[in-house]
T-cell receptor, first 113, second 116 residues
């Protein structure tokens, strides 16, 4: 069965620190990969997505993610976080064959000035 | 672009009441809409997938007679929780998508349902 795991449940950083949030999935077929962000009191918003091509994808607000097929991973990175990046981050995987979007449990990021 | 409106944002009602939640895609046509449920400190769990003009596909363990889904047009889907009970209290979120599996879903703000 398809599943997604996010290793970090709660991350606390100071502004300007670098960020990497882990995401691993289990599914052997073709996948579409997403990172969503949920700012306090707001709905889920798409940060970036991967469907095919260059495994390093760039999203909004300086975020990027790298798809490593051999590791079934799609880690999210940002070189220098800001206080405004404080939010909950969800990795999600859609298997092409089932067309079901499976979410990880989310990572709560707190950035202190 | 790609705005999804979900209404109401919060519902508090007595046990036994039926509650309808609307999900609208405001600036695009959604060939597929999805309904999720989120429990505290847990991830979103897919309840059902609906395509315009056809019956919804429910995930295992989701009662279709309890959670009625109607996707009458390319911009509107509704979820009705029938005869709601306290265990149905949860956060319900809809999403809408134009196109296939390689397109992103766009999410509504969610509905907090509290059954007394």
């Amino acid at each position: 069965a398809q599943s997604v795991s996010q290793h970090n449940h709660h991350v606390i950083l100071s502004e300007a620190a670098s960020l990497e949030l882990g995401c691993n999935y289990s599914y052997g077929g073709t996948v579409n990969l997403f990172w969503y962000v949920q700012y306090p009191g707001q709905h889920l918003q798409l940060l970036l997505k991967y469907f095919s091509g260059d495994p390093l994808v760039k999203g909004i607000k300086g975020f990027e993610a790298e798809f490593i097929k051999s590791k079934f991973s799609f880690n999210l990175r940002k070189p220098s976080v800001q206080w405004s990046d404080t939010a909950e981050y969800f990795c999600a995987v859609n298997a092409q064959e089932t067309d079901k979007l499976i979410f990880g449990t989310g990572t709560r990021l707190q950035v202190f000035p | 672009g790609a705005v999804v409106s979900q209404h109401p944002s919060r519902v508090i009602c007595k046990s036994g009441t039926s509650v309808k939640i609307e999900c609208r895609s405001l600036d695009f046509q959604a060939t597929t809409m999805f309904w999720y449920r989120q429990f505290p400190k847990q991830s979103l769990m897919l309840m059902a997938t609906s395509n315009e003009g056809s019956k919804a596909t429910y995930e295992q363990g989701v009662e279709k007679d309890k959670f009625l889904i109607n996707h009458a047009s390319l911009t509107l889907s509704t979820l009705t929780v029938t005869s709601a009970h306290p265990e149905d209290s949860s956060f319900y979120i809809c999403s809408a998508r134009a196109g296939g599996a390689n397109q992103p879903q766009h999410f509504g703000d969610g509905t907090r349902l509290s059954i007394l």
